[in-house]
């Protein structure tokens, strides 16, 4: 039996997760000296009012490895093979205790993908990873294939300030200024690597939409028309102008919208809305 393993930020909802049969270790949030786990003792929706009323930003912290260790050893003693899928090891500790918990459970049939993404596109690895496990391809083959496929992963958002991912510490203060300009709404992405950087700017929200279609373009389209995701942090009516686009303009069906969740709201701030799939256009850079 083949285990698929991702964290929370993978913004999928517990009766979702289980629906897939994907098992999500949380990450933790945390306002002041008040924790919570991520989409287990906090839902977005919770999230997004507190932190419209709190005098300080919260904070965010990985989980550690002995989570991970319980999920492997579990796995061991059972004989399944594991594939986790996890948040980009650029934006957080995570992947790294994976790693370590991977090698206290001295257990070779543990198969470990840095996703170099993060929320929606986080997201759509894990479902082809379902998909593919379905299908009946092995632990080595589906991650092999996943390792392929987040070459062409892309992940644009138009967010409503740039001060979050700023204070975060996930964008440099020299580009938070360039996307800071009064009235001008900044487009961020990731790169291969799987660090946030600014993409674009545009004056007002309208011109953002359509910076944000033409990245769409610049990437050649969307490979896997099947397979986009759309989320907002907060409140959903900024995804609309999105979804009116890919079903009008691209002739796709309507895709599923998400509300992103507390850790990656944390950073991203409210008001902000994206898009995570499958382009065409490889990443030059990619390995």
């Known amino acids: ?11 999928l909802l517990p009766h979702q997760a289980s629906a897939l049969g994907v098992r999500v270790v949380p990450l933790t949030i945390h306002f002041g000296d008040t924790h919570f786990l991520d989409g287990v003792e906090l839902t977005s929706e919770q999230f997004y009012g507190m932190l419209a009323g709190c005098e300080k930003l919260p904070t965010t912290s990985q989980p550690a490895p002995g989570e991970f260790l319980r ?15 996890l948040l980009s090891s650029a934006l ?23 996703s170099r993404s993060v929320t929606l596109g986080l997201q759509l690895l894990v479902r082809r990873a379902v998909h593919l496990a379905a299908s009946g391809l092995s632990a080595p083959e589906i991650t092999e294939h996943l390792e392929q496929a987040k070459q062409h992963l892309r992940l644009y958002a138009v967010v409503d300030t740039l001060k979050y991912l700023h204070r975060g510490g996930r964008l440099s203060a020299a580009a938070a200024l360039a996307g800071g300009l009064l009235g001008v709404k900044p487009i961020v992405t990731l790169t291969p690597e799987g660090s ?16 944000l279609f033409k990245k769409i373009d610049e990437a050649g389209g969307i490979a896997d028309r099947g397979s986009v995701l759309v989320g907002s ?19 796709l069906s309507e895709p599923e919208v998400y509300s992103i969740g507390a850790v990656v709201g944390t950073h991203a701030g409210p008001g902000a809305c994206g898009i995570a799939f499958f382009a065409v256009n490889a990443f030059d850079s990619a390995d």
């Open 196 to 211: 946030i950087q600014l993409a674009g700017k545009a004056r007002g929200l309208p011109g953002a939409y359509v910076a």
């Open 92 to 114: 957080s500790g995570t992947f790294q205790s994976a790693q370590i918990a991977a090698a206290e459970a001295d257990y070779d049939r543990i198969f470990l993908v840095d």
């Open 71 to 85: 999920e492997f050893l579990d796995a061991r003693e059972a004989g399944d093979d594991v594939i986790c899928i």
């Open 1 to 11: 039996m083949i285990r698929i393993l991702t964290d929370s930020t993978a913004d």
């Open 233 to 251: 942090t907060g409140s959903t009516d900024t995804t609309g102008p999105i979804v009116h686009y890919l079903t009008q303009n691209l002739a």
